[in-house]
């Protein structure tokens, strides 16, 4: 019994452990950088295309409380091999009002850019 | 069947056979040199004393105008016609006789110069003459600045002839424009701006040469095109793609 109990613990603990499985590559949670926990705020799906040889990048946001929410973001335009090609960026602020969704839309300073990453951070 | 084989042979005679030759010509001109001389010579004198005076002068005035007429080829916007031409691959190229000074003829009489074998080997001769030849040079304002843009313009015209050098017959004619202009900012605070002269010679010879070699394909070819311009020049920006949705 004690045995089983002991077990159970360390099985418990290891799953605590555990860290989450990383999202799959081409999602959406791929490309977010949360820096800390984001409160309140769900990333949807992300709309990327490339038009006039620019990428672009159309994020949906959803604020999941009753209340104004604040959301610090930037865009991270990467190459095709991982690293930026263009200047970093300055954080913008955006509002969501309570139960708000929303769209950020987003175009790449230059065409060479392949790939994003977008860092959120709630204040 | 020994006919049939000699048919094919003749067949394959004419089949494999290579461009016509040309000859390009100098684009040729004509000039009226003017000279004109003027001399003046005045002389006055002056005597007085208490019981008399007297004075004299004369003037003289010399003017003259001496003009002949010059004749000669255009030496330098041959290059890029000739090169057009060997782009377009419907011709092979023999070089003629150049009109020097000392020749006998007159620059035009173009079957006089055929006859006497100024270009030898060549089945055709695309004849030039030049049309108008004319430098622009202009400074204008820019609105609201204090800066002049310095233009200099070069515009050359040619008359060109494509000539069979055994019938005599023209197998195309067409005149042929070349252009070219060098822009420079210019304000107050230039010492001195001097208009890029080289740049525009070999812009008009290029563009002469594309004109010529855009014409003879027309007419004889028959291929027209349809954009008069040069192509706007590719973007090199990634082909766009279609949106995905990322979940």
Redesign the interface.
Known sequence: MLRKLFGLMALALLAGCATPPPPAPDSAASKVVAMGSLKNIEIGPMRVARENGFMTVNVSLNNTSRYNKTLYYRFAWLGNDGFPVAEPEAWKSLTLYGAQSSFLPAIAPVPKATDLRLEVKTP | MRAWIGILGLMCAFGGQAAPKVAVTDMAFEQQVKEYIHTVSAQTSFHANAYSASGSASYNEDEARNTYIEQGELRKFSGDIKGEILKSGMFQLVQGTPYTANAKEDVYDVIKRIKNGNFKGADYVLFGTVSDIDFRQDVNEIANTNTHSAVLGLTLVGDFSLINTRTFEITSAFTAMGEGQDTKLVNGNDVRVTPNRGRVVKEVSKSIGMDVARQLREQLRGEVEYSQEQPAPR?N???????????
Not at chain 2, 237 to 247: S, V, W
Request: hydrophobic share 35%; aromatic share 0%.
């Open positions: 973007s920006l990634p082909r766009d793609e279609a949106p995905k949705i990322l979940r």
